[in-house]
């Protein structure tokens, strides 16, 4: 029981970092109806870019807090314009293209990316001194202690604080009306006054800032990276947003925690070496059998 | 003239929205039969129906065989070509654009072709038994061809025709399979007043030449009216009359679901 | 061009300067790197200048070139130029090309390192037209098909290595499981829209190698199979030494014994591979399957209202590519000896879809141009294997964008009613 506890919290923790990932799948296959197959390595950039901030700040000894805070913001605004000139050079010009241009497009990008931090920044994985240490013990006097760090407290409030304003960004604002408008007909929106394009990137800037605060909260919680960690948590965030219903936000999130959950108890129960399999397995089925997801709406094909 | 196709209480439902209510109506052998209506009244949803794409809500759809008939419902996507024998034309004009005119016709042949070849075997050791059927198929496709006179440009690409060619090419496709209901959506859409003459003249002969019944959506009341054998009239998704073209065009409440009424 | 324009792109790029600045200035301009105990950064500003001023360089040539259309037409223009002139010599360019590869062994200037390149390039041609039923012809993006590779190369190596039978029926079995697996992925996953179903591909990979990786019972995980048997040249065998009671290939030919007979007869086998790969899509690209593929890609919707069953065409495609995928596979076993999980990462199904993306989709003599210009040109650049791969991803994206449809994009009829004109 205490273990399973444990697992439950490692699982939310996780399922946290996933969902905030998700989202970005989410958004932009809503807007253009393609997966963004570097978006995982948007991810790993937002690591990067966080480690290098969190060692400068480091040495100059401002408080933790402060120090957060502006890793989380630098994080954001860099990894954003990645984002942003992603889509204008490789999704852009392919809009209205035969229909796996696109897709293909995305993984050249993917490699670029990919090869390109590996060059920069080196293939050697990178660790770093956890920043965040401590936590609440739970059934001291049980066999197996429960503890939920400090760190994984920060990274579910924030992710839900995340999640608030992004809500009320999609639902109140103008530019999720616009956003929303696009994903039902873009051509009538053009026609409406909306900047398509506009919106469009902003969609890809939205994405990638929650995708670099997820790669923020890797780079604590596991305290180590390398260029390649965006693909396998790419591919395990995008089975959370199918896993959710693709295009749905809610569903983004609730995926991304199903997913966090799957992992923990497969890796706590069944087998660690095969915890990938699980992530994979999952999608397999779940785009066989529930191809439309949780929160997904059903998807008839228009002849 | 026997009965070829009959809809019983045909319902389709998209959520809230009910696209086809309850509609029956039956289409006889050798005839046309015109469904009209205003946009939106729920024509290609019913051809949808019938062509497998989508399941209806409720209601059954037969199609009629000597004494058996058989129910469409039972038959999903491509068996409806394969096993019920019939064909469609799209509102959206939809040919393989990047192959040839020949290679059209020739894959609305797939499954004859595909057992000459002997799923592929005769046809990879080049077999004489299946050079001949497909020179059957060739011969076919020039016949329709010729009909529709385009013989000279079956080797060029179909997406390079002009958009009148390109609709009667999906026409002869659809009748390579060998239908016996025939389902046209607006093929006359878009197409000018000679291009419109010369269709009416092709279906006529499907009609009487070709042992095919023939379903058919169309706004261009010229087309309408001057060869349906019986027409259909849908309006939100209701049956709200069914007679002759004359008797058609001038009854009371078709003009009133086109024009409206004066309150 | 007026003064107003001339401002104007200037500002723009230096705009495009400012966000060069911002994508380079993190990750290019501090490096990371561990020292002892923890990591300390590296500035590297030159490098990142260099890169900004690059950039608003580039653009601003692009700008003053006003129109922006030129340089895009300029490249589709000299590309398409290029194709015609190909298809208008293809087949003297293929029988050039296939004549060039069966004498190249016996050239002057071919040692052992040119036939060890050109037995690597000849694998990814066969891998390349093996995929190209999928992607190519079908329309299929597939981007788990190492995992057919690497099917076929650990059955071989499993069956050869247990039952020690011969090269020439292990070839075959491996090339049916790597089918068999083709079909048992295929029949779930085919009816999944394309995107999904690249996704499911990919994973598909993954979970293969995983599992390559975890099961020491059978694959001995990550240290591979090793000793697989070499092939031997009809039942001779390439060794110095034949053991007792047998005879070795240069003695029978009387020949100095030379490692370069084994290299040379691994590099037939995988030419006639490679060739029978070529001819079997050939041929099939015109039977009625064949014709289905191609239809399916252009619209399925269309496929299904004339009764063509798309799952099933669907499969047929993918079991054949996988076949030979697996056929591949063996090849590599036998000819490394050594097979291990490093060598089917997903990397390599991207590079083996990009071989047939850039070549021209569906287009057989795209994927030789591709294979060559992707293995051969950058194997030379080895050392600089990571900028390698920027450029091949950078490549992929550029085609996309300027000729989605590949370089040798001319889709020839399968058939024709009033023969070749020319
Ligand atoms: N797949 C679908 N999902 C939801 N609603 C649908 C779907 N297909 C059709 N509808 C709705 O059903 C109604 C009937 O549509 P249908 O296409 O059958 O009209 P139609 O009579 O063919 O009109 P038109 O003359 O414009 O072609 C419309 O309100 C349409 O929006
Ligand atoms: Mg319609």
Redesign the interface.
């Known amino acids: 029981m205490e273990y399973f506890i444990q697992q439950l919290v490692n699982g939310i923790t996780l399922g946290s970092i996933y969902g905030l990932i998700a989202i970005g799948y989410t958004m932009v296959y809503g807007i253009i109806g393609m997966i963004n197959f570097a978006h995982g390595d948007i991810f790993m950039i937002g690591a990067f870019v966080a480690l290098i901030s969190f060692i400068i700040f480091g040495l100059t000894g401002v408080a933790l807090p402060i120090i957060l805070l502006l890793v989380l913001l630098i994080a954001m605004l860099f990894t954003a314009c990645y984002g942003w000139t992603v889509e204008k050079l490789a999704y852009k010009p392919l809009r209205g293209s035969f229909r796996l241009a696109p897709l293909i497009s995305a993984l050249g990008m993917s490699i670029v990316l990919q090869n390109y931090v590996q060059v920069a920044q080196g293939a050697r994985v990178k660790p770093m001194q956890p920043l965040i240490s401590g936590g609440l013990e739970f059934f001291k006097n049980s066999e197996f202690i429960v503890t939920v760090s400090y760190l994984q407290i920060f990274i579910v409030i924030l992710t839900i604080i995340l999640m608030g304003i992004f809500t009320y960004l999609i639902t109140k604002t103008d530019l999720g009306r616009a956003q929303r408008a696009c994903e039902q007909d873009r051509t009538m929106t053009a026609l409406l006054g909306i900047n398509v394009d506009r919106t469009i990137s902003i969609t890809f800037i939205i994405g990638s800032s929650l995708a670099s605060v997820a790669g923020m909260m890797f780079v604590l919680y596991y305290g180590v990276i390398d260029f390649y960690i965006g693909f396998l948590a790419g591919i395990k965030a995008f089975t959370a947003a199918v896993l959710g219903g693709i295009g749905s936000l809610p569903g983004a999130m609730l995926g991304g925690l199903l997913i966090g959950l799957i992992e923990t108890m497969w890796s706590g129960y069944v087998s660690i070496e095969y915890k990938d399999v699980a992530a994979f397995s999952v999608l397999i089925i779940v785009l066989i059998f529930f191809p439309t997801g949780f929160l997904g709406k059903p998807d008839i094909e228009k002849v | 003239m026997s009965n070829l196709l009959s809809v019983e209480n045909l319902t389709m439902k998209f959520g809230g929205l009910t696209a086809i209510d309850d509609l029956s109506f039956d289409a006889k052998n050798n005839q046309i039969t015109s469904i009209i209506g205003p946009n939106g009244a729920g024509k290609t949803t019913v051809f949808n129906c019938l062509t497998g794409f989508y399941k209806p809500t409720n209601g059954q759809m037969f199609l009629h065989k000597e004494e058996s008939k058989i129910s469409l419902r039972k038959y999903t996507d491509f068996k409806i070509a394969y096993v019920a024998k019939v064909a469609r034309t799209f509102q959206n004009i939809r040919l393989f654009p990047a192959m040839s005119v020949l290679e059209n016709l020739l894959v609305a042949q797939h499954n004859k072709l595909m057992v000459a070849s002997g799923y592929s075997l005769y046809g990879l050791l080049n077999l004489k038994t299946y050079r001949d059927k497909e020179q059957l198929a060739v011969d076919k496709a020039k016949y329709w061809l010729d009909i529709i006179g385009l013989t000279h440009r079956a080797d060029d690409n179909a997406g390079d025709l002009p958009y009148g060619d390109q609709r009667k090419l999906e026409i002869v496709r659809a009748m390579c399979i060998e239908p016996r209901l025939l389902c046209l959506d607006e093929p006359a859409a878009g197409l000018n007043p000679r291009e419109s003459a010369e269709l009416n003249k092709l279906l006529k002969f499907i009609k009487t030449e070709k042992q095919t019944g023939i379903l058919l959506i169309e706004h261009d009341m010229s087309v309408v009216m001057g060869i349906s054998d019986h027409v259909v009239v849908l309006n939100y998704g209701k049956k709200i009359f069914e007679g002759t073209a004359d008797q058609t065009k001038n009854s009371k409440e078709v003009i009133e679901a086109y024009l409206g009424v004066d309150e | 061009m007026e003064k107003k324009d001339i401002i104007q792109s200037f500002k723009d790029s230096l705009f495009t300067g400012f ?1 060069a600045l ?2 380079f ?4 301009g ?5 020292k002892g105990e ?4 590296t500035p590297q500003w030159g490098v990142v200048f260099l890169l900004v001023g690059l950039c608003i360089l580039g653009r601003f040539l692009i700008n003053l070139n006003s129109a922006r259309t030129t340089e895009f037409t300029i490249f589709s223009k000299l590309a398409s130029k290029f194709s015609a002139i190909t298809e208008d010599k293809a087949k003297h360019f293929a029988i050039t090309a296939i004549l060039f590869a069966v004498v190249f062994p016996f050239l002057p200037f071919t040692d052992r390192y040119f036939m060890d390149v050109a037995i690597m390039i000849l694998t990814y041609i066969m891998l390349g037209w093996g995929l190209n039923i999928v992607v190519g012809l079908a ?1 299929l ?1 597939d ?1 788990g098909y190492v995992a057919f590779y690497a099917v076929g190369a650990y059955s071989y190596a499993l069956i050869a290595t247990t039952f020690g039978w011969s090269f020439w029926i292990c070839l075959p079995l491996a090339g049916l499981f790597a089918a068999f697996f083709g079909i048992l992925l295929g029949f ?2 085919l ?6 179903l ?3 591909t ?3 990979g ?2 293969i190698r ?2 390559l ?2 099961w020491y019972e059978v694959t001995n995980g990550p240290d591979g199979i090793t000793g697989i048997p070499r092939p031997s040249f009809f039942g001779l065998p390439f060794k110095r030494s034949p053991d007792e009671g047998e005879t070795s290939f240069h003695l029978f030919f009387n020949l100095e014994y030379s490692t370069m007979h084994r290299i040379i007869f691994l590099y037939y086998l995988i030419l006639v591979l490679a060739l029978i790969t070529n001819y ?1 899509t050939l ?2 690209r ?4 064949g ?2 593929w ?2 399916l890609r ?2 399925e ?10 799952t099933n065409t669907k499969l ?1 495609a993918f079991a054949i590519g996988a076949m030979f995928g697996g056929f591949a596979g063996s090849f590599f076993a036998t000819r490394q000896a050594f097979i291990s999980p490093e060598s089917f990462t ?2 390599e199904s ?1 590079i083996i ?2 071989i047939v ?1 850039l070549g021209g989709m569906g287009s057989q003599t795209g994927v030789v141009l591709a294979s060559i210009f992707l293995i051969g040109i950058t194997e030379m650049f080895r050392d600089l294997e ?2 390698r ?2 450029a ?6 550029l085609i ?2 300027f000729k ?2 590949g370089i040798l994009a001319n ?1 020839k ?6 023969g070749d004109k020319k």
């Open positions: 966000i911002a994508l200035g993190p990750i290019v501090l490096r990371t790197a561990s923890g990591l300390f950064i329309g993006l981007l779930p996953v009816r999944l829209r394309g995107d999904y690249a996704i499911v990919l994973g598909f993954e979970i995983i599992i990786i975890n079997f041929k099939i015109k039977l009625p399957v014709r289905a191609e239809a252009e619209d919707i269309a496929c299904k209202s004339l009764g063509v069953n798309p047929t997903f990397i991207a879809v990009a993306v990571q900028y791969m920027i091949f991803g950078g490549a992929m994206v996309m964008v989605p449809k889709r009829p399968t058939i024709l009613m009033h």
